[in-house]
């Protein structure tokens, strides 16, 4: 599928690169696939389709929520996950 750059990503590829970021995270937990989730969500967010479906916008906001508080834990000078950031 030919894509023109100024459209927005593919809602699939989309939805397939968060969770694979979510699965990722899982293995490995590292502040840059935390916000490569976040801002994935918010792509997601910000999609006409989503918008116009209350349970999607409810899900991803949650989903968003959740991980804007993990990405956040990882940015406290002791991280909770271990890692220590400067």
Known sequence: MN??????PDIH???AASSYLMTRY???KSPDTAQ????HLRMLLS???IQASDHSM???QHLLHEWTTILSKHQ???SAYGEVRH
């Open 36 to 39: 490569g989730v976040v801002d």
């Open 58 to 60: 409810v899900a991803y």
């Open 3 to 8: 894509q023109n750059p100024t459209e927005h």
């Open 26 to 28: 899982s293995l490995r």
């Open 76 to 78: 406290q000078p002791e």
């Open 47 to 49: 999609r006409p389709e």
């Open 13 to 15: 590829l989309l939805q």
